[in-house]
T-cell receptor
Framework: NAGVTQTPKFQVLKTGQSMTLQCAQD?????MSWYRQDPGMGLRLIHY???????DQGEVPNGYNVSRSTTEDFPLRLLSAAPSQTSVYFC????????????????FGPGTRLTVL | SQQGEEDPQALSIQEGENATMNCSYK?????LQWYRQNSGRGLVHLIL?????REKHSGRLRVTLDTSKKSSSLLITASRAADTASYFC?????????????FGAGTILRVKS
């Protein structure tokens, strides 16, 4: 299994440009999520999805869109990039624990380092 | 705001010593998880403790959970230089459309050889 994969690894954008960060997982996990990590801030949840067609906002959703048309893919779209979106972006996925409401541990992709000029 | 808050922000110890990191959170949880991140890399899961558990062990790791105080601690025994990394707690909470896993700001651990 490749696990969670993210593309690209690095990206430089100009203010106002749009782009899509790709994320895919081959573990058949229902749950996928996007985080951003800034120095000293830990990881902040942007959006998450509990299955195809179902998404919801996290802690910092503004400026980002997501959709989930398949179990495997969960792209993150930046509509109009701003310097404040300069960050490292991590995609993650996890599987529901049997017999309960919660999920098992989360598997992370290697990250996309985004710079907005 | 982030659900989990780690303490201390940074910790420096000698190889062979024990390292203790604490995590406090605000709302009821399904489980609490600890992750490790080496510089510039993705996060790796260490241990998960459910809300009805009080203590859990995995190798040199020991995690405790006190839901009445909304706090958890991670103990690394007999630390090694290779344990140098950032450690994060994350709380799993139920929401309308599924669960959120929210991370704290982390503790930077440096183990000196």
């Amino acid at each position: 299994n490749a696990g969670v994969t993210q593309t690209p690894k690095f990206q430089v954008l100009k203010t106002g440009q749009s782009m899509t960060l790709q994320c895919a997982q081959d573990m058949n996990h229902e749950y996928m999520s996007w985080y951003r990590q800034d120095p000293g801030m830990g990881l902040r949840l942007i959006h998450y999805s509990v299955g195809a067609g179902i998404t919801d906002q996290g802690e910092v959703p503004n400026g980002y869109n997501v959709s989930r048309s398949t179990t495997e893919d969960f792209p993150l779209r930046l509509l109009s990039a701003a310097p404040s979106q300069t960050s490292v972006y991590f995609c993650a996925s996890r599987h529901r624990l049997a017999g309960g409401p919660s999920y098992n541990e989360q598997f992370f992709g290697p990250g996309t380092r985004l710079t907005v000029l | 705001s982030q659900q989990g808050e780690e303490d201390p922000q940074a910790l420096s110890i000698q190889e062979g010593e024990n390292a203790t990191m604490n995590c406090s959170y605000k709302t009821s949880i399904n489980n609490l998880q600890w992750y490790r991140q080496n510089s510039g890399r993705g996060l790796v899961h260490l241990i998960l403790i459910r809300s009805n558990e009080r203590e859990k062990h995995s190798g040199r790791l020991r995690v405790t959970l006190d839901t009445s105080k909304k706090s958890s601690s991670l103990l690394i025994t007999a630390s090694r230089a290779a344990d140098t990394a950032s450690y994060f707690c994350a709380t799993d909470t139920s929401m309308e459309y599924g669960n959120k896993l929210v991370f704290g700001a982390g503790t930077i651990l440096r183990v000196k050889s």
